[in-house]
């Protein structure tokens, strides 16, 4: 996070992270090192500000226990999704056929993101193991994306690079089922893309992904499954690729669901509940400040003598 001065009060936005750091600053929380240079320094930065906002009741909690801030000065940013840019209208069959490398018939999982290690992607190649008949299409680059293709190298799997624009939404659309075995995502913003564009989700029980897929909706809107539990997962995978029906009404409730997140919702919420709470508590900080030294003043500073038409009272 970064704390912005606004006038005379401040927020803490929810800026990216650098994956390492996150992941040091996620196990500085669980181990309860308050001692840590990270979380001293993000303490600082945090307590600066009046109002913290977070992605995630994950990151809340762990705020909350390395006692980063107090959970009063906590407020969660409402996961928010571009609907017009990632709807079901934009399936495609020419992206498909790229996707599925000629073979569209196919069940296609796909997976949108960074590709990096500590994003478990490992984890897909079991599942995939375990699915014959089924392809993937990974869409996106990082640093792990050459061991990736070497270990996938000879199954039906295709890697297009970065795609933008109408491309993008193609591509998600065009899927059969989303999955994100990722248990360090602070939100899983590709996971909200993926459910706008009526394709169902089965994600990783972890981090930010159950405030887009809680107890109440799983089951309709995506799926969730244990971390680590291959046999949960692609159970999951499985139940979804063998029944179109069920698939195609999960896709749509996922959209329905995913229709009530736009961003101009998410922004108004923070201009008008959340920038409120931190000018109240900005005021109430300065009215802690101000009251002894007025009471100082009092004490020590006898009040100018009163002067009535002319006459010193």
Not at 94 to 103: I, Q
Not at 281 to 296: F, N
Request: hydrophobic share 40%; glycine share 8%.
């Amino acid at each position: 996070g970064l704390w912005n001065r606004c006038g005379k009060s401040s927020v803490s936005h929810p800026l990216p992270l650098n994956p390492q750091l996150l992941q040091t600053l996620k196990l500085s929380c669980d181990q309860n090192n308050t001692d840590s240079p990270l979380l001293l320094s993000t303490g600082f930065l945090h307590r600066a500000a009046d109002l913290t906002l977070v992605p995630s009741a994950a990151i809340s909690k762990d705020f909350e226990t390395a006692h980063v801030i107090s959970a009063n000065r906590i407020r969660l940013w409402n996961k928010g999704v571009d609907s017009a840019s990632f709807h079901p209208r934009f399936r495609s069959h020419e992206m498909r056929v790229r996707l599925s490398d000629g073979e569209p018939e196919k069940p296609l999982i796909i997976h949108v993101g960074r590709f990096g290690r500590e994003k478990n992607l490992d984890f897909l190649k079991t599942v995939m193991d375990r699915l014959p008949g089924v392809r993937i299409a990974f869409i996106g680059d990082g640093p792990y994306r050459a061991e990736l293709e070497k270990m996938f190298e000879g199954m039906p799997a295709v890697f297009t690079g970065m795609m933008q624009g109408g491309e993008l939404s193609q591509a998600y659309a065009s899927g059969d089922v989303f999955v994100m075995p990722s248990e360090s995502e602070t939100l899983g913003q590709v996971v909200l893309e993926s459910m706008s564009s009526g394709v169902p989700v089965v994600a990783v029980r972890a981090g930010g992904i159950p405030d887009i897929i809680p107890e109440d909706v799983e089951g309709r809107t995506s799926f969730l499954f244990a971390p680590g539990d291959l046999d949960d997962c692609v159970g999951k995978i499985r139940l979804l690729l063998a029944d179109d029906e069920f698939r195609g009404d999960m896709g749509r409730t996922a959209r329905a669901a995913m229709e009530k997140c736009d961003w101009r919702a998410a922004s108004k919420t923070i201009r008008n509940e959340f920038y409120s709470s931190a000018i109240d508590y900005w005021r109430k900080k300065q009215a802690e400040i101000v009251q002894p030294l007025q009471w100082l003043a009092q004490m020590f500073m006898p009040a100018p003598d009163r002067v009535t038409g002319g006459i010193k009272q």
